[in-house]
């Protein structure tokens, strides 16, 4: 019975699998996803969703052709077969809508599938280094909770069979206290992968709700995807119009602000940050910087100087989207182009017109594998 509830489980897992891969640019693109982000498990509407199944009448009722009744009289229940609704009749089938709760790692692992994303390799790992219990031997003495059962249990029997009073026919192992092992550990060093994530968004004027919308659901999905690469990854948020601060998650997610904009000033917030807690040699770092393109003109300068200087040079990979506002220049990208080229190793730049580009533009940061 457990076989067949476990097979029957996996199947629809496999089921809710191919149903949100059939509709992945739906959910990708779909704002509501943030909303629903647990710690571990987002839950999510999967539409058609129906198993068949037997739908039972009232017993006694009678049925078609039976009972008594004129000819024409309606079968329905009730005294006049009416319903009690005010809506009019339709011709089109109810919706079935089931809320499935899936782990954020079985989403990322959906996402790297479906946009064959390459496994990200970690630079320096080899380097980093944390001490870590091993359980790999056996001793004599130890806490109960860490008895070794099959140990103590072979080597009881072992001894019953040398002090020859082990019975084939009733076999009884009675472990004595001699007989008790216990699981050991020692202190080994493993390398450890440390990463951060900046995220620095431009949240002026220019910047509509929608822009913005864009901007932090690409950011839930880099982030859901990252994470899975990841044993422990650290995340930093850095919001900025003329004048730019480190936020927390909830605020970089559901604030609104105004003003101009100097993306200089979120590079300085990021190239801090980078110096005085994150350093390069220690820590695999990701910028991603979202924006419309619009940058007050004499701060192009700047910013491109402390961006080659104090940011490029440290991470893993710098990713800029731009994304298409009614208000923004765009301008940005292009100096951005002209300041790394085409085919930079770690500068990755992207082009965001709407939502649905949402996809195109997480394949085009990530499609690297660095």
């Not at 037997?54 to 079968?75: A, D, L, M």
């Not at 913005?212 to 995340?235: A, M, N, P």
């Not at 000033?265 to 190239?271: I, L, N, Q």
């Not at 951005?336 to 730049?349: I, N």
Request: charged share 30%; aromatic share 8%.
């Amino acid at each position: 019975m457990a076989m067949k509830i476990d097979r029957d489980t996996n199947r629809f897992r496999e089921i809710v699998r191919g149903k949100i891969r059939q509709n992945l640019k739906k959910y990708i693109t779909n704002g509501e996803m943030i909303g629903r982000k647990g710690r571990d498990l987002v839950s999510i509407p999967v539409p058609s969703l129906d198993v068949p199944h037997f739908r039972y009448g009232q017993n006694g009722s009678g049925g078609v052709g039976q009972g008594e009744g004129e000819e024409g009289q309606p079968i329905a229940r009730g005294d006049d077969g009416e319903g009690d609704g005010n809506g009019r009749a339709g011709s089109d089938p109810g919706g079935h809508i089931l809320e499935v709760d899936v782990p954020l790692e079985e989403l990322a692992e959906i996402l790297g599938d479906e946009l064959e994303l390459p496994q990200v390799k970690p630079k320096g790992a080899e380097n980093i280094t944390q001490e870590k219990n091993r359980y790999n031997s056996v001793r004599r003495v130890g806490p109960e909770s860490l008895r070794h059962f099959k140990r103590t249990y072979v080597q009881a029997m072992k001894r019953q069979i040398s002090e020859g009073v082990y019975d084939r026919e009733s076999p009884r192992v009675i472990p004595h206290k001699d007989d008790r092992r216990y699981r050991s550990w020692e202190k080994v060093s493993e390398p450890q992968a440390s990463a951060v994530i900046l995220y620095m968004m431009d949240v002026s004027g220019s910047m509509t709700d929608d822009q913005k919308q864009i901007v932090r659901t690409e950011s839930f999905w880099i982030d859901t995807w990252l994470k899975s690469q990841y044993k422990g990854i650290e995340r930093r948020y850095i919001i900025h119009d003329a004048a730019a601060k480190e936020v927390d998650e909830n605020t970089f997610y559901h604030t609104r602000e105004s003003g101009g904009t100097r993306i200089s000033s979120a590079y300085k917030v990021c190239a801090e940050l980078i110096k005085k807690q994150f350093p390069p040699e220690q820590w695999n770092i990701y910028c991603f910087q979202f924006s419309d393109g619009d940058n007050w003109g004499e701060d192009n300068r700047l910013s491109l100087q402390i961006l080659k200087e104090q940011i490029v040079p440290h991470c893993n990979l710098y990713c800029y989207g731009q994304v298409e506002s009614p208000y923004g220049s765009g301008e940005y990208i292009r100096a951005l182009r002209e300041a790394f080229g085409a085919e930079h190793d770690t500068v990755v730049l992207s082009e965001i017109k709407n939502a649905d580009a949402i996809l195109a533009s997480i394949k085009t940061f990530l499609g690297k594998g660095r």
